[in-house]
C-alpha cells in the first residue's frame, strides 16, 4: 500500500495529512486541491492499484474491495479544527483499538509520528495541515497542544470503554 500511495502522491495533486494503513483496511485524510483530482479519482487509483498488485502476488482473480471508500468533509463541519484533531486520532488509534499495539506511536504503518517528532522520515510524503501548524512557531509548542488534543481523544473514546 505505501508504494501504491506514493505513486499516487506522484500522478494526482493531492495532500496527504495523515494516513494509518491496517491488515484488512486503511485510513487516509486526503485535501484535494483546486487544480488536483477529485477524491474519487484518486482513490479509484489507489484501490485499483492496490488490487491489481495484490490479485498478482496472491496469483488471484477478481474483485477484492467490497465497498465504495467513505469521506468526512471536515470543512463544512461547525468545528472544523477540532474535527481535524479528532480524527487525526481516531486514525492514529486504529492500530490500539485493534489491539495490534498499546501506543499508536509504535505502529509503523501510521503518519502519527510525522505530527510529534520533527525528525521522523515515514515512507510516504505527509502535509502537515494547517491546523496543527498554527498550533504554535515552535515545533514543541505545536506537539504540546496535540497531545492535549489526544487525551481529549483518549478521555472520549475510552471512557466508552470502562468496564466494572
Not at 465504495?68 to 470543512?75: A, K, L, M, S, W
Not at 515512507?123 to 496543527?132: A, E, M
Not at 487525551?151 to 470502562?162: A, G, L
Amino acid at each position: 500500500m505505501i508504494f501504491v500511495l506514493n505513486r499516487a502522491l506522484k500522478k494526482y495533486h493531492f495532500e496527504l495529512s495523515g494516513y494509518t494503513i491496517m491488515d484488512n483496511h486503511f485510513h487516509f485524510y486526503i485535501k484535494t486541491l483546486k487544480d488536483g483530482e477529485t477524491i474519487s479519482r484518486i482513490m479509484q487509483f489507489i484501490k485499483a492499484q492496490f488490487s491489481r498488485r495484490y490479485n498478482r502476488l496472491m496469483n488471484r482473480t477478481g474483485p477484492f474491495w467490497n465497498e465504495r471508500f467513505g469521506d468526512t468533509i471536515i470543512e463544512f463541519s461547525d468545528d472544523p479544527e477540532s474535527v481535524f484533531f479528532y480524527i487525526l486520532w481516531y486514525i492514529g488509534y486504529n492500530p490500539v483499538r485493534s489491539h495490534y499495539v498499546q501506543d499508536p506511536r509504535d505502529y509503523p504503518y501510521s503518519s502519527i509520528n510525522c505530527y510529534l517528532d520533527k525528525n521522523y522520515k515515514s515512507p510516504v510524503k505527509i502535509t502537515l495541515h494547517d491546523f496543527f501548524i498554527k498550533l504554535g512557531s515552535k515545533s514543541n509548542e505545536r506537539v504540546k497542544k496535540l497531545l492535549e488534543y489526544e487525551e481529549q481523544y483518549r478521555k472520549r473514546i475510552f471512557s466508552q470503554y470502562v468496564y466494572a
